[in-house]
């Protein structure tokens, strides 16, 4: 959808298809307020649709289509993260032990991967490199 672009009801656009068909689009563009290639728009989708004006107006000619992609959230719901002692932590909590439990078992598959192959050797970097990652001095 493109920047202003006006949304109207099934309503409006069912009587300005239905005005096409008696009136000039002058004419239906004044008493719907839409713009020339707006109605041109609606006919054609409507045509495609299966629309044939000697049928009765159905609401699949005029309705929107449907939208791919991710929906829109209606309002923003506080996030809560249940943990196995079943109380409920803050997001940064939960993160802070998800990145605790993480790192503990990145140590766990170092270990297993020093133990199985003798000839590699962990070295700990530099302490300038961890102040300077870790932002302090």
Not at 2 to 14: D, F, L, W
Not at 108 to 133: H, Y
């Given at each position: 959808m493109?920047?202003?672009?006006?949304?109207?009801?099934?309503?409006?656009?069912?009587?300005?298809?239905?005005?096409?068909?008696?009136?000039?689009?002058a004419?239906?563009?004044?008493?719907?307020?839409?713009?020339?290639?707006?109605?041109?728009?609606?006919?054609?989708?409507?045509?495609?649709?299966?629309?044939?004006?000697?049928?009765?107006l159905l609401?699949?000619?005029?309705?929107?289509?449907?939208?791919?992609?991710?929906?829109?959230?209606?309002e923003?719901?506080?996030?809560?993260?249940?943990?196995?002692?079943?109380?409920?932590?803050?997001?940064?909590?939960?993160?802070?032990?998800?990145?605790?439990?993480?790192?503990?078992?990145?140590?766990?598959?170092?270990?297993?991967?020093?133990?199985?192959?003798?000839?590699?050797?962990?070295?700990?970097?530099?302490?300038?490199?961890?102040?300077?990652?870790?932002?302090?001095?």
């Amino acid at each position: 959808m493109g920047m202003g672009k006006k949304q109207y009801s099934i309503a409006q656009r069912a009587q300005a298809l239905t005005l096409l068909e008696i009136k000039p689009v002058a004419e239906v563009m004044t008493r719907t307020g839409m713009g020339r290639q707006t109605l041109y728009d609606l006919k054609r989708k409507a045509i495609e649709r299966g629309y044939d004006a000697n049928k009765p107006l159905l609401d699949e000619y005029v309705v929107d289509a449907p939208r791919s992609g991710r929906p829109k959230n209606s309002e923003a719901v506080p996030l809560q993260v249940r943990v196995s002692d079943n109380k409920f932590r803050s997001p940064i909590r939960a993160s802070a032990e998800f990145n605790y439990f993480k790192n503990a078992q990145q140590q766990v598959v170092q270990q297993q991967i020093v133990m199985e192959n003798p000839q590699i050797e962990l070295v700990a970097p530099p302490a300038e490199w961890v102040a300077a990652t870790l932002g302090t001095n």
